[in-house]
């Protein structure tokens, strides 16, 4: 599975993005989707999650704002940003697991990721 994140930019605090992650392969539907994220000095951390059946899991950071839904016959992953924080600036980067659900948090499970796509927020 090749995947590929867009949609990333530059937004003022309080206002709304949407990104997207498109993948290859017909498997795309077998697989649980992530999104995790990257500020500058910072280690990468989990921001959400897709199952293969839509069942969706949040960082507590996020709840409330971000929402993700899948489109199996697009092959595509989105994650809605609303009420954004200039502490969601950070590089996004989608990723695929075939593991469990159980791990879906867990970076390592992830075997295929996107490149990332810039998210800045201003304050």
């Known amino acids: 599975v090749q995947l590929q994140a867009s949609g990333g930019g530059l937004v003022q605090a309080g206002g709304s993005l949407r990104l997207s992650c498109a993948a290859s392969?017909?498997?795309?539907?077998?697989?649980?989707i992530g999104w995790f994220r990257q500020a500058p000095g910072k280690e990468r951390e989990f921001v959400s999650a897709?199952?293969?059946?839509?069942?969706?899991d949040y960082t507590d950071s996020v709840k409330g704002r971000f929402t993700t839904s899948r489109d199996n016959a697009k092959n595509t992953v989105d994650l809605q940003m609303n009420s954004l924080k200039p502490e969601d600036t950070a590089v996004y980067y989608c990723?695929?697991?075939?593991?469990?659900?159980?791990?879906?948090?867990?970076?390592?499970?992830?075997?295929?990721w996107g490149q990332g796509t810039q998210v800045t927020v201003s304050s």
């Open positions: 897709i199952s293969r059946l839509a069942t969706t």
């Open positions: 392969g017909r498997t795309f539907s077998s697989y649980h």
């Open positions: 990723a695929a697991t075939g593991d469990s659900w159980w791990d879906k948090r867990v970076q390592a499970r992830y075997k295929y």
